[in-house]
């Protein structure tokens, strides 16, 4: 790379880095949505619509509870107690952060059986040993590489149930050069939608359906959300 070349904001990713920033975290909700935490109900509202909404679209789907997920990014649980648990019999989490994953493995909904298994790892070390119905991943993704995000996506790909399908729900890039935003606090970045759509083509996945998420508060100056559900392509 020649010494002028600008690099790529995926680049800087440091996942050491991003884990010392996510440690030193409170394990609580407002530690979980960056000191918003009155984002929460309204994030979790739309999560379920938008759930609703995809389901419609799936070949053979019925109705009643999907029998696994998977929380993927989990922290403390905030999705999987508010919003997974509702609609899977039986949600697994991912989480790299232990002290985050200890407050699932602690709370009532492991006691309970709702919880299942727990892998404290990074996503870019994940692997599914299992088939899942839905694979949930929201404000996680962006700690991945472009090329760790394809990789990750192609595995989970083939950790689908037949009806099975993955949901990215992630900040948009606002660059006005409409570039990829590299955060050096937490060591992520967050993506344009373009950008979003060429992964997903690259790692062999079709975009079913994709919309806003709406209703945030707009004197919180928030990045705009967006949910993608993503199936194999065939």
Known sequence: MSGSAPSAPDSQIDHAASLRYWNEVPANVNGMLGGYPQVSRIDLRGSMNFMAKVRRLLPNSTPGKLPLGVDCG????????????????????????????????????????????IYVTGLENWTP?????VIWNQWCVGHLTDAQLVAYLARCRTALTESGFVVVKENISTDPDGEDIYDDLDSSVTRTDHKFRALFKEAGMNLIKTEEQLGFPKSLKLFPVRFYALRPET
């Open 129 to 133: 040993e299992k088939k899942y119905d």
């Open 74 to 117: 989990a922290g403390i649980g905030r999705v999987t107690e508010g919003f997974l648990s509702q609609v899977c019999e039986v949600v697994d989490v991912v989480e790299p952060v232990e002290k985050f994953a200890r407050v699932v493995r602690d709370g009532k909904l492991k006691k309970d059986g709702v919880v299942g298994d």
